[in-house]
């Protein structure tokens, strides 16, 4: 979780809501590492987790399957990273902070764990979890008090 904190913290300056996310290897190795780029690159796609696991498989170099890896993510995944989770075949989600307002591992849905769907994860959550509510509360105190001064 250390490692997806960092990468949250890389957002400052850049607008993103600070998550960060990392993809380890079955053997505990980084695969991949990614942070929140929507505002970044204005692309609305570019959320923490799906850049993660782009990166994690590209460093795989055997396809899109991340059998065996696990995904460590500062806020729950929302519905579409959700979805790039269980799709990509991750086996683990660790998460910081739950997200009762879009969260879909476990608090508004849980798109990861459907039994209806062909594949499950496995979900740890709350690690860590005041660091990564207080990065988050901390950008929304200033981003809020900013548009309150524009």
Known sequence: MGRALGEATACAGSGDVPVGAVVLGPDGELLGAG???????????AHAEVLALRAGAAARGDGWRLDGCTLVVTLEPCTMCAGAI?????????????????G????LRDVVRDRRVN?????VGG?????CRRLLDE???????GRRRA
């Not at 269980?86 to 879009?102: E, T």
């Not at 879909?104 to 608090?107: L, M, P, R, T, V």
């Open 119 to 123: 594949h499950t994860v496995e979900v």
């Open 127 to 131: 690690v860590r979890e005041d660091e």
């Open 86 to 102: 269980v799709l990509s075949r991750v086996s683990r989600l660790v998460l910081g902070a739950w997200d009762p307002a879009f």
């Open 35 to 45: 942070r929140n780029q929507r505002e970044a690159v204005g692309d609305p796609t």
């Open 104 to 107: 879909a591992a476990g608090s």
């Open 139 to 145: 950008f929304f105190r200033t981003h809020r008090a």
